[in-house]
């Protein structure tokens, strides 16, 4: 048989103490999944433990104001926006190409290779 959840207000002190959803449902005997439902109906929220974010992910930008080549001192590095997966996201694919194979790629244009 599992225990009656406290009051709220002794949930948000464990959240504040720093206390994960898993180790206040397992105090009081419960499932972490009631113990959401609870926190969700009161407004609250736990942050997940986890790896810290790497920083902001760049923007959207519309397509005459992005760059879809980049000029490297090493590649090139064009961007397209393509079907991401079956559902039809987009996504930005990066694809980096070495300098010495658009030269050559330039030179056979040019029909000197």
Known sequence: MTRKLPDIRVIKEHIDNGLSRVEIATIYGCHPDSLYHVLRK?????????????????????PH?????????????????????????????RISVP???????????????
Do not use: N, W
Not at 99 to 113: K, Y
């Open 99 to 113: 300098r010495i194979t658009s030269h050559i790629a330039a030179l056979q244009d040019a029909g000197r290779c």
């Open 42 to 62: 009161a407004g609250l929220f736990i942050a997940k433990k986890g790896k810290p974010d790497p920083g902001p992910r760049p923007a959207y930008q519309l």
């Open 65 to 93: 104001l992005r760059k879809e080549v980049e000029i490297k001192s090493d590649r090139i590095v064009f961007t397209r926006e393509v079907t991401a997966g079956s559902y039809g996201g987009m996504m930005f694919q």
